[in-house]
């Protein structure tokens, strides 16, 4: 757990980033504003996060799970996100199981070769001349 009540704060960068990205250009925000929304989104986090938790320790479990996410959104009232969450979680999902699936590929890629190869390495008979 966090020692200081500030640790529990969002990156004041990273979220202005996200700010100026989701705005029109010509749009500015004030400095005030940006640590508002980002402490609004840090609360935001720590209530999600709570939510899902409660989820977890519902179904007996320790560890927090997407669906655990997705369940908690609903619970929350922000029914608008569930469905946007679920698909981004599908597309999460499949990335990592395309990862895993290239990297069983190449293991098995690299064991055949290592089978095909010669396991003695055979070296050229070169009379040698010893000079004194």
């Given at each position: ?27 500015k ?7 508002a929304i ?32 997705v369940?908690?959104?609903g619970?929350?009232?922000f ?10 979680l599908?597309?999460w ?19 055949a ?7 003695v390495v ?5 009379d040698v001349?010893?000079?004194?």
């Open positions: 757990m966090a020692e200081r009540p500030e640790d529990l704060n969002l990156p004041t960068t990273i979220v202005t980033k996200m700010i100026k990205d989701c705005l029109p250009t010509n749009c925000v004030s400095k005030e504003a940006n640590v980002a402490k609004a989104a840090s609360v935001f986090v720590l209530y999600a996060t709570s939510s899902a938790n409660a989820v977890a320790k519902e179904n007996n479990r320790k560890t927090i799970s997407g669906g655990d996410v369940t908690a959104m619970e929350m009232e029914d608008k996100f569930v469905r946007p969450l679920e698909n981004s599908a597309i999902r499949r990335g990592q199981k395309d990862k895993k699936d290239l990297a069983a590929k190449k293991k098995a890629s690299a064991v070769i290592k089978d095909e190869a010669p396991s055979e070296k050229d008979n070169q001349i010893e000079i004194d």
